[in-house]
Each structure stands twice: as C-alpha cells, then as structure tokens.
C-alpha cells in the first residue's frame, strides 16, 4: 500500500542533513519511504492530512531503562550525600537478609520467577515502557540494562505493539549489597559475570531480527566498574562475533570515576579504550564525569580527544543529569572535540522533546554561550545521532530507501497559546514542545499511534498499574532499605500533610 503524507512542515534529509519543507509531502509503501518533496504526482492508496503540522522522523531513544521507576520517582530533591547524587546508589542495591539483598552467586539468572502475580506485573511494567515511548513520539529505544525475564516481556511487546528496538540482558561481576551498618559494600563474582555474558549471547541469537526485523541485540556490560577489564574484551570480541553494538554506562559517577582511577590507573574513559571499547559501534551512558571535567581535580585527562578518535557515541540523558544536579561539561566542548552526542530518556519521563529543551538550555547554561546546543542539533541528536552507533542509514530520517518511520506533531497547541506564531518549527519544537503534542506515529509503515491513542493499550489500565505498584513498592521501602528508612525519610513530603 502507498500512502501520501501531506504537510505541513516535512523534516526531509538529503545527503547529510535534515532539511526543512514547507507544505511539502512524504510518499511511504509498505515499510519503506519512495518520496520526500514539494509535491508529488503518482497515485497513492490513501492520503494522511498532516497540513499545519509537522512531519517528522520517529525519535531514536539511546537510553531507557525500563518500567515505572516508582523507586526512582521517590527519591526526587532527597537522597544521601555520600553517593553524590548518584540514583541508582540509593534504589539499586538493598539490605543484606532481605529478599532483594540476596546475591547467591549459585542462582542463575535464567531462572525467572514462576509466581504468576510476579510475571503480570513484569508484563505490565513493559506494556507501560513501551506505550510511553511511543506515545511520545520514540520509534527506535534501546534498552540500556535489564534481567533476562524483564527483556522477554520487552521483546514480547516490541512484538505486540510495533516498535523497534535493541535489547539484550544486562550482566555485571559485581553487586552492590547494604551492610547491617547501613554502608554498600561490593561483592564480586566474576563467573557469574561470565554466565550472564553467554545468556546475553543466547538471547541475542534466538531473537535478533525476529518481530520482522524491528527486534535487534544489544550487549550490555552494565557499568565500567561492575565488570572486569576480561569481561570488557569478551564482550568485544562476542560483540565482533554477533554483529550487534555495545552499550555501557561509563564516566557516569564521581564515586565510579575514582574507583577506576585508583584500582585501574585508568580513567573510565581509558579503560574502555583499552579494552577496544572506544568504537563506532558503541553507545556510553552519560559520559558527563571526564578527567577534563573541573569538578575532577584530576590533571592529566585527554578523554575527549580518546572518544571522538574512537568514534563512540554519548548517549546525554539532560533530564536525568540535571534532577541529579549533574550537567554534561560541556555540549559545546563534546561538539568542538567531535564526539557524537545521542539522546536518552534513561528512566522518566519518556519525553524526547522535553529531553531537547532541557539538552538546549543547559547546553547553552554550562557551556557559556546561547550559540550552543541548538535547536537543530539536539534534534539531530535526538534522530540521526543514534544511528551512527547503530550502523543504520535508514533510521532517523525521512529519505527515500529509509524506513518508514514517520511522527506528526501538532504544533497548534491545541485549546492553548503554548505554541503562540511558529515561524521555524524546529525551534518552536524544541523551546514550546511537549511530548503530548504527538498525534501520529508510524513505525514500519503501520499506524502505532493515531489522534494520540496507541494501539492496543488502555492508559487508564496502565495509570492504575504504575500507581498501584508504585504503592506497594513505597509502603514495603523500609524492609530492605540499606539505611532502614521508610519511604517518608528516604525522601520528605514536600510540605507537611494534614488530615
């Protein structure tokens, strides 16, 4: 089937960059793009209206993790100072003798839960990962670290509802468990790192290119300092084997910056170098804490000039950073060294266009000047960026051969002023736009998204399941809390309750 989309404003591309259209159109049949221009003069099966709007490619998110980050969610504008504003510190690791603080190196990974209550929520916490994303407009995720079982209910609804991604389980050497003094301790195991490895391998063999193509693999050694430098150069040389990309958390965290330093005598950024993880195919979570960085103290570092040679790419979470009060230092630093920059939603809200306008305004904030971090390239950053580490050049753009993945965005505003005149669309998207304003996403040709309801998801069902289980997590914090705290202390009301 051939179908016309008529503009409105098209984000076309053509060579190397995006371009902008007015009134122009995009021809799709089946799953792939014929035709971007002013016009077009063949026959067609159906027509959409997009006039007055804007015809966009699908966003590429480099950085999800996935669910409804209850945990995460609580500790906003609290936490302990000691893991200096690092979040998964405070909801990751829990209390050794609880349920969650087991880490019996005996127990294998491939051994899912069999309570069935336990597998609906699973379930459920990805039906909500991906209704998200795709309500907001991402086309393309990866997922940057999750259990095995939490990755086939994720595979199961890229399946279900159409999206494309690139999953694979996580695996580390190390865990993290809290002491009976209220302190992390580490606790190695590199064997089970090894298993885990082979899992993520297994996995990746058996689903790779299933759900027609839009289901991919994905590597993930889970942080550079939970995992052994041997466990590094295997995943290179499984990643060679498979032909997938890598992601990794590095360069991430003061506390995982000084810890490499010291045992390794290598920033984050060298060690990965030094394993062959500096590669065009490899995607660092965050990478905001260099040895150039100020706030370092550290004299000797060259790790921006490592990483653009290399040619990896920095998946930049802006919203996550900055609730942490952590920023990337600085955009226009990472651009001038030529470091490919990607953005990622990491844990919520799943807006890309949010991710945008706070990538822009804290770009231009930390690096000194409003020329930086523009509106054209953080959404480059947010389309074409990814698909450099993906080795794709029929993602995140509209081009003729390019996958049809295609969004229209209602810049009207609707029954608001928030819009106000748009005189370049991209700008208004990036400095006015919300998430909510996606009407319409189409991933492979077929409408996952139409008027803003995605197909086969009731959101009132999905509102309830994240409320109740948020909950439920929230009431029972205290039982395997490192630290022993209720929910209340671990992160106080904003301002006292009344009965």
């Known amino acids: 089937m051939r179908t016309l989309i008529s503009g409105g404003w098209v984000v076309g591309f053509f060579g190397t960059t995006h371009a ?47 669910g409804h980050k209850a945990a995460l969610r609580l500790i906003c504008d609290s936490g302990r100072p000691e893991y200096f504003g690092q979040p998964f510190f405070e909801t990751l690791p829990a209390r050794e003798g609880t349920r969650q603080g087991d880490v019996d190196p005996s127990k294998d990974v491939r051994v899912a839960a069999e309570d069935p209550a336990i597998a609906r929520l699973r379930n459920l916490a990805a039906t909500y990962t991906v209704a998200e994303l795709l309500r907001n407009g991402v086309t393309t995720f990866m997922d940057f670290g999750a259990q095995l079982s939490a990755q086939e209910a994720m595979r199961e609804e890229v399946d279900r509802l159409g999206i494309r991604a690139y999953l694979g389980p996580s695996y580390r050497s190390l865990n993290w468990v809290g002491d009976q003094n209220g302190r992390i301790k580490r606790v190695w195991d590199e064997d089970k790192g090894r298993r885990d490895l082979e899992i993520a391998a297994e996995f990746i063999t058996k689903y790779d290119g299933t759900s027609d193509g839009r289901m991919r693999g994905l590597l993930i050694p889970f942080t550079s300092e939970s995992v052994t430098p041997e466990l590094l150069r295997a995943t290179r040389k499984k990643a060679d084997e498979l032909k997938v990309p890598i992601a990794v958390h590095a360069a991430f965290n003061i506390l995982e910056f000084y810890q490499i330093v010291t045992e390794q005598g290598l920033t984050p950024i060298e060690l990965l170098d030094s394993v062959g993880l500096l590669a065009p195919d490899v995607v660092i979570g965050h990478g905001n804490f260099l040895a150039e960085s100020k706030g370092m103290n550290y004299a000797a570092g060259h790790d921006l000039e ?16 900055a609730r942490r009060g952590r920023y990337l230092e600085t955009w226009a630093a990472y651009k001038k060294a030529g470091v490919n920059l990607a953005l990622g939603s990491d844990t919520y809200p799943r807006d890309m266009i949010m991710n945008m306008r706070i990538a822009s305004y804290v770009g231009k904030i930390m690096s000194g000047s409003y020329f930086a971090a523009t509106a054209a390239e953080v959404f480059e950053a947010a389309t074409l960026g990814p698909t450099r580490a993906l080795g794709r050049d029929d993602l995140g753009r509209l081009a003729v051969g390019a996958k049809a993945d295609i969004i229209i965005i209602d810049q009207s505003g609707g029954d608001t002023l928030r819009y106000g005149p748009v005189r370049d669309p991209i700008k208004s998207l990036v400095e006015l736009g919300v998430g909510d304003d996606v009407e319409t996403v189409i991933v492979d040709g077929v409408t996952r998204v139409d008027k803003g309801k995605v197909e086969g998801v009731e959101m009132a069902e999905m509102r309830k399941f994240g409320q109740d289980a948020a909950e439920e997590l929230w009431s029972g914090w205290q039982d395997w809390d490192v630290a022993g705290r209720t929910a209340e202390q671990a992160s106080p009301w904003s301002f006292p309750l009344v009965s």
């Open 20 to 66: 902008l259209i007015p009134n122009g159109v995009v021809v799709f049949e089946d799953d792939s793009i014929v035709h971007v221009g002013s016009d077009f003069d063949g026959t067609v099966d159906r027509e959409i209206d997009a006039r007055g709007k804007l015809v966009s490619p699908g966003f590429i998110d480099t950085h999800i993790h996935s």
């Open 306 to 321: 490592l990483m653009a040679r290399g040619g990896v790419t920095i998946s930049h979470c802006p919203t996550n950073l």
